[in-house]
């Protein structure tokens, strides 16, 4: 088990960075637990920080999680790039730790999650993000870490 998780506590916000929507999950390290938590809306950046601040002074996480995004042969694509630089202005902005996390197929697994628990289509459109961020929050808890994808700064 790593050292960051061997050691931590409190809470962990997990974010699925998208360019309309940031679905948000939470966690605690002591349970390693996942559940998802609210869907961000709008692509403006000083409404998303807004809401984002709101979340990190209601929950004063530990740690930030971001869902990396990688094609499935594991390159990097356009939209990693703005998902790293999503994380870097957490960083800056909260001066909090931020790991990344691999997201690949989050929202498929999201998608099968909600419609195997009787949502419809259009129901679950609305918790999809939040559950997607929920999978990558889990995976990074359930993760043993061999230095792959944390990417964890202060």
């Known amino acids: ?3 960051e998780h061997r050691q931590a506590t409190g809470a962990v916000l997990a974010f699925d960075f998208g360019e309309k929507r940031i679905g948000v999950a939470t ?3 002591q349970v390693r637990q996942a559940h ?3 869907v961000i809306h709008g692509e403006a950046n000083a409404a998303r920080f807004a809401a ?3 979340l990190i002074d209601e929950w004063q996480p530990r740690t930030l999680v971001v869902g990396r995004p990688l094609s499935l042969d594991g390159n990097a694509h356009a939209m990693t790039a703005r998902c790293e630089r999503f994380a870097n202005q957490l960083r800056g902005r ?3 730790s ?3 996390a691999d997201e690949r197929l989050s929202s498929v697994a999201a998608q099968e999650r909600l419609r195997a ?3 419809n289509s259009r129901k679950a459109g609305k918790h999809l993000d939040a559950v997607a961020a929920q999978l990558i929050l889990q995976d990074y808890f359930d993760r043993p870490s061999d230095g792959r994808d ?3 700064s202060p």
């Open 27 to 29: 966690g605690e390290w």
């Open 52 to 54: 984002i601040a709101a």
């Open 36 to 38: 998802p938590l609210t």
């Open 117 to 119: 628990a009787g949502h």
């Open 98 to 100: 931020v790991a990344y």
């Open 94 to 96: 909260f001066g909090l």
């Open 150 to 152: 944390s990417g964890a």
């Open 1 to 3: 088990m790593p050292e």
